[in-house]
């Protein structure tokens, strides 16, 4: 399925192609490709809290679901570091 992600830490907004199914799944995939941004942390399955993190301009923690929501094609996830959001 193709995601766009809008990101801080690589030229803003591109599409990506992706076999996750959540977006548990995809912040530890995108983790593992930019480990020196540590958004993602394994151990305790959760965002790191310097990092803001936001499905379809929702932030992923007042989703029912949380991490566990389930991605479709054409859904926008958003990533960055905390205090520094990109105005719409």
Request: aromatic share 10%; proline share 3%.
């Given at each position: 399925?193709?995601?766009?992600?809008?990101?801080?830490f690589e030229n803003g907004e591109r599409e990506i192609e992706t076999s996750s199914r959540t977006?548990?799944?995809?912040?530890?995939?995108?983790s593992?490709?930019?480990p020196a941004e540590r958004f993602y942390n394994k151990d305790w399955e959760d965002v790191t809290i310097t990092y803001t993190v936001?499905?379809?301009g929702k932030?992923?923690?007042?989703?029912?679901?949380?991490?566990?929501?389930r991605l479709k094609?054409?859904?926008v996830v958003e990533i960055y570091q905390s205090g520094e959001?990109?105005?719409d």
């Open positions: 399925m193709k995601i766009r992600l809008k990101t801080n977006l548990k799944d995809l912040l530890y995939e995108l593992k490709q930019y936001e499905l379809n932030l992923y923690d007042s989703l029912p679901n949380q991490l566990d929501t094609d054409d859904d959001f990109e105005e």
